[in-house]
T-cell receptor, first 115, second 109 residues
Framework: GAGVSQSPSNKVTEKGKDVELRCDPI?????LYWYRQSLGQGLEFLIY????????KSGLPSDRFSAERTGGSVSTLTIQRTQQEDSAVYLC?????????????FGSGTQLSVL | KNEVEQSPQNLTAQEGEFITINCSYS?????LHWLQQHPGGGIVSLFM???GKKKHGRLIATINIQEKHSSLHITASHPRDSAVYIC???????????FGEGTQLTVNP
């Protein structure tokens, strides 16, 4: 596709339910990042995938959060037993490589609301 | 103290003014990104730089590695420049980006 695609754009769920958020990076991009932006707060790193290397999960806030990247392309971020504090915009970004000065391309995000 | 700090948090300017947004960081970095977040929420990467200066149209980004400081300048500002500008430091260890809190810029006609 032309850009990074995220789905759904909006998700409303009940506390305690599991949710899956999807990210389709730009074709050929080997690096994929997940970030979170809570209301009134800045962006927060969650997890990073680079090719076939083990992901950097150091930003995941709890073990309820997990992410996969299948076939080096599409990624899903799963939040189990959602809590109200999980409400945020979840952003995905990709870049061609993991080089430090590689340009990042962001998706439009998934607005998650946990009631 | 945040590892990446921006100033000012809010900035209101008149069309045509020269604008400067500052970013200071305390971690060792391999690169620094400037991002623009539009009112609708979309984020665009403006610059990534590891030394010196970059220019794109009316936007200029500079970085001083020794002083751990970067600036984003907008010349001849325009209302369409109104957005949140975020700096993000890519640490030399690992892959994470550490973000500043953002600067809300409003340019009035």
């Amino acid at each position: 596709g032309a850009g990074v695609s995220q789905s759904p754009s909006n998700k409303v769920t009940e506390k305690g339910k599991d949710v899956e958020l999807r990210c389709d990076p730009i074709s050929g991009h080997t690096a994929l990042y997940w970030y979170r932006q809570s209301l009134g707060q800045g962006l927060e790193f969650l997890i990073y995938f680079q090719g076939n290397s083990a992901p950097d999960k150091s930003g995941l806030p709890s073990d309820r959060f997990s992410a996969e990247r299948t076939g080096g392309s599409v990624s899903t971020l799963t939040i189990q037993r959602t809590q109200q504090e999980d409400s945020a915009v979840y952003l995905c970004a990709s870049s061609l490589t993991r080089q430090a000065n590689e340009k990042l391309f962001f998706g439009s995000g998934t607005q998650l609301s946990v009631l | 103290k945040n590892e990446v700090e921006q100033s000012p948090q809010n900035l209101t300017a008149q069309e045509g003014e020269f604008i400067t947004i500052n970013c200071s960081y305390s971690v060792g970095i391999s690169a620094l990104h400037w991002l623009q977040q539009h009112p609708g929420g979309g984020i665009v990467s403006l610059f990534m730089l590891s030394s010196g200066k970059k220019k794109h149209g009316r936007l200029i980004a500079t970085i001083n590695i020794q002083e751990k400081h970067s600036s984003l300048h907008i010349t001849a500002s325009h209302p369409r420049d109104s957005a949140v500008y975020i700096c993000a430091a890519k640490e030399t260890s690992g892959s994470r980006l550490t973000f500043g809190e953002g600067t809300q810029l409003t340019v009035n006609p």
